[in-house]
């Protein structure tokens, strides 16, 4: 996939400089009345817009566009609707005011981690796409944007650039590791939302699962926590713990042993 930094005009911003030097992206201009031949040889565009950063195809209209908006109204009206009686909130072990420092590490859209937060975890977001890296970091910067409610949330949450599998822990003890791997679907016929689409194209599908949740099992202190879809296979060889089925997904939990 190939990837350019577009600018609005003749010579770039000191954001788009940064942007373009930190992914190590080719920067081109994007005049609003035509498509340059040059942005043609590419996939897709990073570009500002309304000071916010988005990724959006080079040429195909139909494409759509991704950018980390945690105002999302479908995403705060979860957050705020009895997310204590949902299954994120049961796989994750909350009881009466405990609040386990997680490590989401396959954060993606940063959605779960937005959910995680709202609860009042303090949550590391970790995510192995420089592409991805880079939207979560504007999603999360723009605090001015927010109202406070949000603005708040945001502040539990910590953004880090790695893979799990090369992740060397710091002094921070994670109680909980949360994992939602990109997996193709297992209907081909399935309608996938136009987010999810590109960032299935940005990361590709993992087959590393069972090495993920040995990874997991490793850093975690009290559990580890697996997003799936309802009737997908488990990771690795064994069972969960516990499961908890929706009517889409399922949260399998597996429980780590004191000492």
């Given at each position: 996939m190939k990837i350019a930094v577009a600018r609005t005009g003749p010579d770039p911003t000191e954001r788009e400089i940064k942007l373009?030097?930190?992914?190590?992206?080719?920067?081109?201009?994007?005049p609003y009345a035509y498509l340059p031949r040059e942005v043609r040889d590419f996939d897709y565009l990073l570009t500002y817009r309304d000071s916010r950063l988005l990724l959006?195809?080079?040429?195909?209209?139909q494409a759509g566009e991704l950018c980390i908006d945690f105002s999302d109204a479908k995403l705060n009206f979860r957050a705020n609707s009895s997310i204590r009686n949902q299954n994120i909130a049961k796989a994750l072990g909350l009881k009466g005011g405990s609040r386990p420092v997680v490590?989401?590490?396959?954060?993606?859209?940063?959605?779960?981690?937005?959910?995680?937060?709202?609860?009042?975890?303090?949550v590391?977001?970790?995510?192995?796409?420089?592409?991805?890296?880079?939207?979560?970091?504007?999603?999360?910067?723009?605090?001015?944007?927010?109202?406070?409610?949000i603005a708040t949330i945001l502040m539990r949450m910590d953004l880090r650039f790695g893979d799990l599998l090369e992740f060397k822990a710091d002094s921070k003890q994670f109680d909980v590791v949360y994992l939602d791997p990109m997996f193709p679907p297992r209907r081909?016929?399935?309608?996938v939302?136009?987010?999810?689409?590109?960032?299935?194209?940005?990361?590709?599908?993992q087959t590393d699962g069972a090495q993920?949740?040995?990874?997991?099992?490793?850093?975690a202190k009290k559990r580890v926590v697996v997003k799936r879809a309802k009737l997908s296979p488990h990771l690795g060889s064994g069972r969960p713990d516990i499961e908890f089925k929706g009517s889409s997904s399922r949260y399998d939990v597996y429980l780590i042993a004191s000492g």
């Open positions: 373009s030097t930190d992914l190590d992206l080719p920067t081109i201009e994007l959006q195809s080079a040429g195909d209209t490590l989401d590490a396959t954060a993606g859209l940063g959605k779960d981690a937005f959910l995680m937060a709202s609860l009042g975890c303090e590391s977001l970790l995510e192995r796409s420089k592409v991805v890296h880079a939207l979560l970091a504007d999603g999360l910067n723009r605090l001015e944007y927010y109202e406070k409610g081909k016929s399935a309608k939302k136009k987010d999810m689409a590109l960032l299935q194209q940005l990361l590709g599908h993920l949740l040995d990874c997991a099992k490793r850093l």
